[in-house]
């Protein structure tokens, strides 16, 4: 027998409130009874959507690194920052324990994010099998080390609020914060298109064919 | 409503049959090992006092600025929602907005909705409004993002140190205590018992018979 997963058993279950309900056949567009979200057995087009905007994100990333996410006003001139120049200032002066969570949050983790989330849904595409456990646990960290990304952003948003003293010194926002805002909106919002449930789609596929042709 | 209610696993899917739990038991997919649910104790009164303590922690928070710089005399001070309207007038409009949102509006969002659902629920009452708000506040939850907001003020703080004298403020303090409160609320909230309440209030005659793990047979 295959695994008795809701899907195959013809339950649908919300993914707001969790709640299981019986699949009507042929209903367009159920909604759960209970909080009235709309129901689908995987989240559609999952593998499309993660894609699209997977492959945005990487694109946008390349501005968000070449271009500075903040600009320094002062006496001495004016000095445009990259994430990565950010990191080498903030090592150089010392406090490389900072330069280490920085550089985690705004170079390791998106490149990691986009790397992983690709790799998964190339998985579900090609229907692996393999190491099912361990993309499932992949997947789960994916979602909870996202949104740590924002820290630079943020960096730039109290600099810039701070640093707004006419003629000694004035930081700005630049193009780069923007950027690299917005990649990290668009990989959360890739994660969140992605359905785990896929990956586990494949697992225990076979066998119902087997009991099948028996 | 002691019957044996069928559960999905949200990360595969496998169904299986609801346990019966001991207050504070945990309840873990039995093909991954993903959690399917925990029962909290007194979760309504627990969660209610904490989204109390945080909606004072949130007021102060944006009321007082969270560093004061000094450099030769010249004194600038922060608030949250002045940070992103400084971004804005930059020419920097989306990074503001978006700090903004994650900063200000879902955290906002969060204690509102939270104090707005479980208020009433306490009370014994159940307006209409409870089941598209909880399902706003649970939606939401990612995009509340104060912690990495004050590890960004944080890091900031250490790059500005080199150059003047930077002072936290009270708004720094209370946002460090609103991170604690909330996720402590996170996590006393059992989400089940919410959205069992109000089903159970609904009361419109769908008895859950679909659901039910009789109908499966």
Not at chain 1, 97 to 110: Q, R
Request: with cysteine.
């Amino acid at each position: 027998m295959s695994v008795p997963t809701a899907a195959r058993l013809g339950f649908l279950s919300c993914h707001v409130c969790e709640r299981v309900t019986r699949a009507v056949t042929g209903a367009a567009a159920p909604k759960c009874p209970r909080c009235g979200a709309r129901l689908h057995s995987r989240k559609p087009s999952s593998v499309a959507r993660t894609w699209a905007l997977l492959i945005a994100a990487a694109i946008l990333y390349v501005p968000a690194n070449a271009q500075p996410v903040m600009i320094t006003t002062s006496l001495f001139g004016t000095q445009r920052d990259t994430i990565l120049s950010g990191v080498a200032y903030l090592w150089q002066s010392g406090s490389w324990p900072l330069a280490t969570l920085v550089f985690v949050a705004s170079v390791v983790v998106p490149l990691l994010k986009l790397l992983a989330l690709g790799y998964l849904a190339a998985s579900v595409h090609y229907r692996s099998r393999r190491n099912v456990l361990g993309r499932s646990r992949l997947f789960r960290v994916l979602e909870f080390v996202g949104r740590w990304s924002m820290l630079d952003v943020f960096v730039v948003m109290v600099l810039a609020a701070l640093v707004k003293l006419q003629s000694l010194a004035n930081i700005q926002a630049g193009p780069g914060a923007m950027w690299f805002g917005i990649v990290v909106v668009l990989t959360m919002l890739a994660s969140m298109s992605f359905d785990p449930r896929l990956i586990w789609d494949s697992v225990g596929e076979d066998d119902g064919r087997q009991a099948g042709a028996i | 409503m002691a019957m044996a209610l069928l559960v999905a696993c949200h990360e595969c899917d496998l169904l299986q049959r609801e346990p019966d739990l001991p207050q504070g038991g945990k309840a873990l997919c039995s093909r991954c090992g993903a959690t399917l649910y925990v029962r909290r104790r007194d979760t309504i009164d627990r969660t209610l006092a904490l989204v109390f303590a945080a909606a004072v922690l949130f007021a102060i928070g944006n009321a007082f600025p969270v560093v004061t710089m000094e450099i030769q005399g010249q004194r600038t001070e922060a608030l949250v929602w002045q940070g992103a309207w400084r971004l804005y007038k930059d020419g920097e409009p989306l990074v503001g907005g978006i700090v903004f949102l994650t900063a200000f509006v879902f955290p906002l969002v969060q204690i509102v909705g939270m104090l707005s659902i479980l208020l009433p629920l306490r009370l014994g009452l159940t307006p209409r409004y409870l089941v598209p708000a909880f399902r706003t506040v649970e939606e939401s939850r990612p995009w509340s993002m104060v912690e990495v907001f004050m590890l960004g003020v944080l890091v900031s703080l250490v790059k500005l140190s080199h150059m003047a004298t930077v002072v936290p403020g009270v708004g720094m303090w209370a946002f460090f205590a609103l991170i604690i409160v909330l996720a402590s609320a996170t996590s006393v909230l059992d989400p089940r018992e919410v959205w069992d309440r109000l089903d159970a209030t609904a009361a419109n005659g769908t008895a859950p018979d679909d659901c039910r793990e009789g109908s499966t047979a």
